[in-house]
């Protein structure tokens, strides 16, 4: 299995950027693709980016496809979102998730079996 730490979320002011750390250990942690999710208050968890193992394949959800940029350091294996020109529709909990590389791309949040906690991104108007 993989474990997963999200890290870097905080408040911005709408325009300002903000990046998003996912450390991911375990055995079989570099096999994994891995994705962001986030999730608003009284709204369904949804689909952000995701990166798959190699860090060549890169998924975006329209509403953030020109902002987010996700990146994958095979290395730090780690897992990185830069969000740029943030909105108040942004403000979420964020999420890092992995599933195995051998399936295929999905957006669904039950697709995916490893979660991290969490981390809070504010973006204030």
């Known amino acids: 299995q993989v474990q997963l730490a999200e890290s870097g979320g905080g408040l911005v002011q709408a325009g300002g950027s903000l990046t998003l750390s996912c450390a991911a250990s375990?055995?079989?942690?570099?096999?994994?693709?891995l994705a962001w999710f986030r999730q608003a208050p009284g709204k369904e968890r949804e689909f952000v980016a995701a990166?798959?193992?190699?860090?060549?394949?890169?998924y975006y959800s329209d509403s953030v496809k020109v902002r987010f940029t996700i990146s994958r350091d095979s290395v730090k294996n780690t897992m990185y979102l830069q969000m740029n020109a943030l909105k108040a529709e942004d403000t979420a909990v964020y999420y890092c998730?992995?599933?195995?590389?051998?399936?295929?791309?999905?957006?669904?949040?039950?697709?995916?079996?490893?979660w991290g906690q969490g981390t809070q991104v504010t973006v204030s108007s």
């Open positions: 998730a992995a599933r195995s590389s051998s399936l295929v791309h999905t957006t669904q949040a039950n697709g995916y079996v490893y």
């Open positions: 990166v798959t193992r190699s860090g060549n394949g890169k």
């Open positions: 375990g055995r079989a942690s570099s096999f994994y693709t």
